[in-house]
């Protein structure tokens, strides 16, 4: 089975509001990653943890190992944020989530 | 940032045919992986590498062969090309094996 599951598969928001999306492990994971994968395909890193939060203007990211998960938080959602976002855990060999398609809707 | 650039962008071939896509970083990163994205599966490691001359098999390696020849460069080989092989491949380059950054994908169409 797949050991990274993301969730929702897909979220639409309106211009300035926010949401989480989640990631959970069914084994323990050393880090996990975030990206954005835009609409011209290229894929983006927008987070590395191997524990904690961290913070990078309208996104936040939360790690806790212990519980095996992981969240990233949109706030004041822009159209530019639109786009597929994947996480992925592990260390020095990765496991992808299936993403969440997020659409942001003026 | 990390620079990592693939060549070439898109690519199609016949089944049987051989293709080789190269990645190339810039960045003396010591880690190179190559995966593959396909609707439904998200992306799935292939093959990755933490030096030249390394190569450690990823999750799904069937089909596919890779060789790291140095700290730049790592090629992606298709021997006997399949219509299953298509899709979208990726290289990724991190320094120790972390923080990951993904080149701009090469499109393969085997018929």
């Known amino acids: 089975g797949d050991q990274v599951e993301q969730s929702p598969s897909a979220l639409s928001l309106h211009e300035g509001t926010g949401s989480a999306l989640r990631c959970n492990f069914t084994?323990?994971?050393?880090?996990v990653q975030w990206f954005q994968q835009n609409s011209r395909g290229s894929l983006i890193n927008l987070f590395y943890?191997?524990?904690g939060t961290k913070e990078n203007g309208r996104l936040k990211s939360t790690f806790n190992s212990k519980e095996s998960y992981s969240t990233l938080h949109i706030r004041d959602a822009q159209l530019e944020d639109s786009g597929t976002y994947f996480c992925?855990?592990?260390?020095?060999?990765?496991?992808f989530g299936k993403g969440t398609s997020l659409t942001v809707i003026p | 940032e990390a620079a990592v650039t693939q060549s070439p962008r898109n690519k199609v071939t016949v089944t049987g045919g051989n293709v080789t896509l190269s990645c190339r970083q810039t960045?003396?990163?010591?880690?190179m992986y190559w995966y593959r994205q396909d609707t439904g599966h998200g992306l799935r490691l292939i093959h990755y590498?933490?030096?030249?001359?390394?190569?450690q098999i990823g999750d799904v390696p069937d089909g596919y062969k890779a060789t790291r020849t140095t700290q730049e460069d790592f090629f992606l080989l298709l021997e006997l090309a399949s219509p299953s092989q298509t899709s979208l491949y990726f290289c990724?380059?991190?320094?120790?094996?972390?923080?990951?950054?993904f080149g701009p994908g090469t499109r393969l169409l085997v018929l």
């Open positions: 960045n003396s990163h010591n880690y």
């Open positions: 590498s933490y030096g030249a001359g390394n190569l």
């Open positions: 943890l191997a524990s």
């Open positions: 990724a380059s991190s320094d120790r094996g972390d923080t990951q950054y």
């Open positions: 992925a855990a592990g260390y020095q060999n990765f496991y």
């Open positions: 084994t323990t994971m050393r880090a």
